[in-house]
């Protein structure tokens, strides 16, 4: 799995230009630095916004990040 790290600033990049988004945080075992995550872990990524982003423009972002279908959307 791709660095957890470049996994967020990925996605940060990306959606720099949506301007309710407010912080991009990574959360959960890969976040940490002891104990190590092992290789089955997932990545959370938590997205803060100041105000509600339809899913209908979600959708599309997960799409070109290539994440739809494997990240929760709401």
């Known amino acids: 799995m791709p660095d957890a790290r470049a996994i967020v ?3 940060a990049a990306h959606l720099a230009p949506v301007p309710a ?3 991009i945080a990574l959360s959960g ?3 940490r630095t002891t ?3 092992d290789a089955a872990s997932d990545v959370d990524v ?3 916004t100041r105000e509600e ?3 209908s423009l979600r959708r ?3 799409e070109q990040l290539g994440l ?3 990240a929760q959307l709401d």
């Open 21 to 23: 988004i407010e912080a």
């Open 60 to 62: 599309p972002l997960a």
């Open 53 to 55: 982003v339809a899913l």
């Open 68 to 70: 739809h279908g494997s």
């Open 29 to 31: 075992s890969r976040a």
């Open 46 to 48: 938590y997205i803060f």
């Open 9 to 11: 600033e990925r996605i």
């Open 35 to 37: 104990p190590a995550a």
